[in-house]
């Protein structure tokens, strides 16, 4: 019975791990000095809109966001040589990495098969 708790626990709350990783992460982005920590917030500000819809997908895109920042922050990168003219096309090409699990994968997908069944073409 008492092994059984853990999984209740998790099945309730979600994947303790996934958790964990992410307070990890939160702390690692605070270790980043301002103008770093302001551009990482943002970009994940627009990640957790479009990235994976698991917990474990979304928490390993961020970890390697944050090696990103912190590399860049060590080696003295200036913010628009790491994200470039465009935050939103940096941050589109970071997601494409990480295209499991993305719910307009699943829409993008969904749609081209009801087009396909209307038009009696079912693959």
Do not use: C
Request: no cysteine.
């Amino acid at each position: 019975m008492t092994m059984a708790l853990p999984k209740f626990i998790e099945t309730v709350v979600g994947d303790l791990g996934d958790k964990r990783r992410w307070r990890q992460y939160k702390e690692r982005t605070k270790q980043l000095p301002a103008n770093y920590r302001a551009a990482i917030d943002a970009v994940e500000r627009y990640l957790m809109l479009f990235g994976p819809g698991d917990g474990d997908g979304t928490v390993s895109m961020l970890e390697d966001l944050a090696d990103l920042f912190e590399q860049s922050a060590a080696d003295g990168t200036p913010i628009r040589e790491v994200v470039g003219e465009d935050p939103v096309e940096f941050a589109e090409a970071f997601l494409r990495n990480y295209r499991a699990g993305r719910w307009i994968n699943r829409e993008r997908e969904r749609l081209t098969d009801a087009i396909d069944r209307a038009a009696g073409e079912d693959r």
